[in-house]
């Protein structure tokens, strides 16, 4: 088996498929403003995971959204093969570093805002 499709909350779909696509530079899947619809995949796996970009306008997506942003705790992970390259690009676009990259015991970490209501792990293992 393999992950076909998975989601993250956003507080605005439409918004979050400008940043997904226009600042991190991931291509549309599928997407549907009228239907409050965007789904987005990486440039590097055109045929792999697709990330639904999710309203998170029911009451317990907002709670859950809002708890894991207060708490500092990431939304989803993307991986580079060159974190310090992804930092400089992202950092050029405006991009808002909670945490900047960081050697760990396994590889290298940053942290950033995704502009709609997350945190995003970047990780370089």
Same mark, same amino acid.
């Given at each position: ?104 015991? /396994? ?11 997350? /945190? ?6």
């Amino acid at each position: 088996m393999k992950i076909q499709l998975t989601s993250i909350y956003v507080n605005d779909p439409i918004e979050a498929f400008k940043f997904y696509t226009e600042t991190i530079g991931f291509k549309e899947q599928m997407y549907m403003p009228k239907a409050n619809l965007a789904i987005v995949v990486s440039p590097e796996e055109e045929n792999g995971t697709t990330l639904l970009l999710e309203p998170s306008d029911n009451p317990i997506a907002k709670e859950y959204m809002t708890k894991l942003y207060d708490a500092g705790l990431p939304a989803i992970v993307l991986s580079a093969d060159d974190l310090q390259k992804e930092h400089k690009r992202l950092k050029q676009s405006a991009v808002v570093f909670r945490k900047e990259p960081t050697k760990t015991e /396994w590889g290298y970490e940053a942290i950033f805002d995704d502009s709609c209501g997350n /945190w995003i792990q970047l990780v370089q293992q």
